[in-house]
């Protein structure tokens, strides 16, 4: 028995949810998949999955032998990934998580352009903002919005954010430009609220040098950007939200900045991935395109008033 082999089996089975499903992945039989899973619980000495004939679950040594298994996987691809990264184009699947906001706005638009230079590559795209654990649910890259945490991963800014408060021109027009923050109460104001704890987001500004906080009595509240960006573009008021999620609308001109004086920095947009994955061509080339999609951005950032 190649134990490497059964390993990548075992990972397969686990991560397509059955015997079957596996074996067309691997492109090889079920009875190739069950004689590799008996082999290698036979040569631990230990059953890795509870199986009966309508469902399948990890023991408690499955789980920890998964990961593990996946840990050595990734280890021996990196390794041949790196000792051929002269020789050979990158290659194989490569697995990213990211929210929502820079998947649609910034990264799927690209992708043709990064799949037509990596031929070899497929990317298999998840937009979330949860947090996750990168080695369990076998992420690769991850982007994400805030703080970085986790000190096991390598993790650098890609784009400075700024929290920007914006309106239509029509509104605008009707309304005329707010003098100063206090003055939002007086106006119809388009509030984020947080998904989990359905809690406002307070709206933050600076002024010299000291950011403060405010939360506008709007009338309206959601839990998705683009929904109030939507409603913002219609004259239906003013929102405030990262400069990452309303550049589009600020660059066509659907929305106008307002309240410039009291911008304040926001959290920056960064990208992480495994230190051990740091030498992997596929991991390199994807953050290359990644760091150049959104140096392209911040180029054009903040738009032009004309």
């Given at each position: 028995m190649d134990r490497l082999d059964a390993l990548k089996v075992f990972c397969a089975v686990v991560d397509a949810g059955g015997f079957s499903r596996a074996a067309a992945k691997l492109g090889i039989s079920t009875s190739s998949v069950t004689h590799q899973i008996a082999l290698l619980e036979a040569h631990f000495g230990v059953r890795?999955?509870?199986?009966?004939?309508?469902?399948?679950?990890?023991?408690?040594?499955?789980?920890?032998?998964?990961?593990?298994?996946?840990?050595?996987?990734?280890d021996m691809q990196e390794l041949e990934s790196g000792l051929g990264d002269t020789l050979h184009e990158p290659r194989g699947s490569l697995r990213v998580d990211?929210?929502?906001?820079?998947?649609?706005?910034?990264?799927?638009?690209?992708?043709?352009?990064?799949?037509?230079?990596?031929?070899?590559?497929?990317?298999r795209l998840t937009a979330s903002d949860r947090l996750i654990d990168m080695v369990d649910e076998g992420?690769?890259?991850?982007?994400?919005?805030?703080?970085?945490?986790?000190?096991?991963?390598?993790?650098?800014?890609?784009?400075?954010?700024?929290?920007?408060?914006?309106?239509?021109?029509?509104?605008?027009?009707?309304?005329?430009?707010?003098?100063?923050?206090?003055?939002?109460?007086?106006?119809?104001?388009?509030n984020f609220v947080y998904p989990k704890a359905r809690q406002l987001r307070p709206?933050?500004?600076?002024?010299?040098?000291?950011l403060f906080t405010v939360t506008p009595r709007g009338a309206v509240a959601m839990d998705h950007v683009d929904s109030l960006n939507g409603m913002a573009v219609q004259g239906g008021g003013v929102v405030q939200h990262l400069s990452v999620s309303l550049m589009a609308e600020l660059r066509s001109g659907a929305l106008l900045p307002v309240l410039e004086a009291w911008q304040a920095p926001g959290p920056d947009v960064s990208i992480l991935y495994p230190q051990r994955h740091q030498r992997a061509a596929k991991i390199k080339v994807f953050v290359d395109f990644v760091e150049q999609v959104f140096k392209n951005a911040a180029a054009s950032w903040p738009p032009s008033s004309a």
């Open positions: 890795l999955l509870n199986r009966t004939t309508r469902s399948m679950s990890l023991t408690d040594e499955g789980r920890q032998c998964i990961e593990q298994a996946r840990r050595l996987l990734d990211m929210p929502g906001i820079l998947a649609q706005r910034y990264v799927a638009p690209a992708l043709p352009r990064f799949l037509a230079a990596y031929p070899e590559l497929s990317v992420v690769d890259v991850m982007l994400r919005i805030g703080e970085l945490q986790d000190s096991s991963l390598v993790g650098r800014s890609i784009f400075k954010n700024q929290y920007v408060c914006a309106a239509s021109p029509v509104f605008i027009a009707q309304h005329g430009q707010p003098p100063h923050p206090d003055a939002l109460d007086d106006l119809p104001c388009l709206w933050t500004f600076q002024q010299d040098g000291q």
